[in-house]
């Protein structure tokens, strides 16, 4: 059985509270928009199904209350079935749990990113579609694309290559972007 965008997310957020110090995420941009969230979300659930032994966790860079008045982020969650408690943001994670980073839809840090948390140094992973800012040249991958319109694109053609089949809702969340 295909898994669902709802039960990912819900899996996710316990794998969140089970892993201690073990957290390996996906951090969307700040703008937290549905290209970011939706390529954090799909770029996790990838990451899962192509490294099995470990868990990637999707990172919303934003906080509850700013996506819960995003009109068009309530939307797509309320068309997916997904409870705005089954996301972890950005304010959820502490620098001493994180083991790694993969960067979506942006490659390069802010300072709450860099410094607060100090994501720098934890960076294995970059998949965007904005201009190259020479940062984290040894990411791999390191997946910098401007000929694409969103990010989710890049992230389709990893899911694609890999020949993942996703569930529908993956796909419908897909083509929010």
Not at 144 to 151: A, E, F, K, L, P
């Amino acid at each position: 059985l295909k898994m669902k965008v709802e039960f990912f997310l819900k899996q996710s957020k316990q794998f969140f509270d089970q892993l201690g110090n073990q957290l390996r995420v996906v951090v969307g941009n700040q703008s937290a928009d549905l290209d970011s969230i939706t390529s954090a979300i799909s770029l996790a659930f990838y990451l899962n199904q192509t490294q099995t032994e470990k868990k990637f966790i999707p990172i919303i860079n934003s906080t509850k209350s700013v996506i819960a008045s995003k009109k068009p982020c309530t939307y797509m969650f309320q068309q997916l079935s997904v409870d705005l408690n089954d996301l972890i943001f950005l304010g959820d994670l502490t620098h001493d749990r994180i083991r790694e980073v993969y960067l979506v839809d942006h490659n390069e840090l802010d300072k709450r990113e860099s410094e607060d948390l100090r994501l720098s140094e934890l960076v294995t992973g970059v998949i965007d579609h904005h201009l190259d800012k020479g940062e984290f040249k040894n990411a791999n991958p390191r997946c910098i694309d401007t000929r694409v319109g969103s990010n989710a694109s890049l992230v389709v053609a990893m899911i694609t290559q890999a020949r993942i089949e996703l569930d529908s809702s993956f796909a419908n969340m897909l083509l929010f972007p």
